[in-house]
């Protein structure tokens, strides 16, 4: 007992670590036939299957770029009329590839582990994102794992707004994995199925922008203050084994086309 | 047998590993709620047969690196196990002469009261709603308890630990 009154202070975060190192070939071994099967299913591709994922991944790359040329300009406007405004703008500037280890923390939380920790300079309450979305942020990291709390777990709240509209609320994790509640909206919100959830960016924790979750289900409780509106998440939470962990807090990009003076003014107003 | 005296280290080892490794294997969807506390169930075994050896202190270690590899609040399971060690060996000599289908009714009380443990550690620190299963695990471990003393007794056997 006085070792869990003790952790209120998070003072034991060194023996944590020392004994993290301990436990962490289990680990690994029990990820192991997880990733055995990942090897031999990528190794056992034909070569026909090779060319054909290649000749669609080249198609993929080709509509990306082009997308991306589009971004690219638009960014620059954007930049420019946040400029006009005064505004500051914050880029996510640097992100580090890591992989799921395929085991099983508490069945009634959702979080995961990844192979990436300290040795990587991985800080808890960065934000995780996959292909698709966020998936969470770090809740806590050891030298050779950080645990990831995904946006689904109960205790997991996450600022969002609706990318319509940028009506803004939050977005709860329900305990199962395909599922938000936005509890907090009233029955009038201008919200509907099928609305794009993104990030906010307040709370400072997720960069702003990045998608969140599709709204699937708006039902209006007339007897009660607050409607009841379910969100599927954009992210494979399930699914993706490899996970992004994201630098955002980064200094902000410097606007090109602004003066220094203007430019210090900005810096302080964002602070 | 003057021979094998740290010998059982090596099996009580292993054996602790293995329990650490299927308590954190990943189940296919709604199973994952159902596993039982594998390691707790070695330990109890462990605790009736070598109550010499096999001391509380012992348990609080194992469960301090249950704490760490599940990523609770450090000391959690380290208390949860060592009482439950505690209570194992304070009665192993009664509980030996039980036939295992009476034992098992022994491990599901144990195995209750430590999740009575958890579950009143978890909720001070706030919040976290419970799935049914995690009630149902305790009844699966105790179904598991047969299982796992026939194993580990024939382990102990194998390795002549006494």
Redesign the interface.
């Known amino acids: 007992?006085?070792?869990?009154a003790?952790?209120r202070g998070d003072s034991?975060n060194n023996?944590?670590s020392a004994?993290?190192v301990?436990?962490y070939p289990?680990?690994v071994?029990?990820s192991f036939p997880?990733d055995t099967v990942e090897y031999f299913h990528t190794t056992a591709f034909t070569n026909s299957q090779l060319k054909a994922e290649n000749e669609r991944l080249k198609v993929e790359q080709l509509e990306n770029k082009t997308k991306l040329l589009k971004l690219e300009s638009l960014e620059k406007e954007n930049i420019r009329l946040r400029a006009l405004l005064e505004n500051s703008f914050k880029l996510g500037a640097q992100v580090l590839n890591a992989e799921l280890l395929?085991?099983?923390?508490?069945?009634?939380?959702h979080?995961v582990?990844v192979n990436k920790g300290n040795r990587f300079g991985v800080n808890s309450h960065q934000p995780v994102l996959d292909g698709h979305g966020i998936v969470g942020q770090v809740v806590?990291t050891?030298p050779f794992s950080s645990?990831i709390m995904l946006i689904t777990d109960?205790?997991h709240a996450i600022p969002v707004q609706v990318n319509r509209n940028g009506l803004r609320t939050i977005a709860i994790g329900s305990?199962r994995i395909n599922r938000l509640n936005l509890p907090f909206l009233p029955n009038n919100a201008d919200i509907k199925p099928g609305d794009l959830l993104v990030s906010s960016g307040l709370g400072g924790t997720f960069p702003q922008g990045y998608p969140v979750a599709v709204v699937d289900e708006f039902i209006v409780q007339p007897n009660k203050p607050f409607a009841d509106i379910k969100a599927t998440p954009k992210a494979k939470l399930d699914r993706s084994r490899e996970l992004l962990i994201v630098w955002s807090n980064e200094t902000p990009v410097p606007l090109t086309e602004v003066d220094m003076g203007a430019q210090t003014e900005i810096n302080d107003a964002e602070q | 047998m003057p021979n094998n005296n740290q010998s059982y280290l090596v099996y009580y080892g292993l054996t602790i590993?293995i329990a650490?490794?299927l308590k954190?294997?990943?189940?296919p969807g709604a199973a994952?709620?159902f596993?039982p506390d594998w390691v707790l169930l070695v330990l109890i075994f462990w605790s009736l047969a070598i109550p010499e050896r096999i001391g509380v202190l012992n348990g609080w270690f194992i469960g301090?690196?249950i704490?760490?590899?599940?990523?609770?609040?450090?000391?959690?399971n380290?208390?949860v196990y060592s009482v439950t060690c505690y209570f194992s060996i304070k009665f192993h000599k009664r509980i030996r002469q039980y036939p295992t289908p009476q034992q098992s009714i022994f491990i599901f009380v144990s195995l209750l009261f430590a999740q009575l443990l958890i579950f009143w550690?978890e909720n001070m620190q706030g919040?976290?709603?419970?799935?049914w299963?995690?009630w149902l695990q305790t009844f699966i471990g105790a179904l598991c308890w047969p299982l796992i003393s026939f194993l580990l007794s024939f382990i102990r056997i194998q390795g002549r630990i006494v």
């Open positions: 007992m006085f070792l869990a003790e952790h034991l023996i944590r004994l993290s301990l436990v289990i680990q071994a029990v997880a395929a085991v099983n923390l508490a069945p009634y939380e979080i582990v806590r050891l645990e109960p205790n305990g | 590993i650490m490794g954190i294997l990943p189940l994952n709620a596993n301090l690196l704490d760490v590899l599940t990523g609770r609040m450090l000391g959690q380290a208390l550690i919040g976290n709603r419970f799935h299963g995690f």
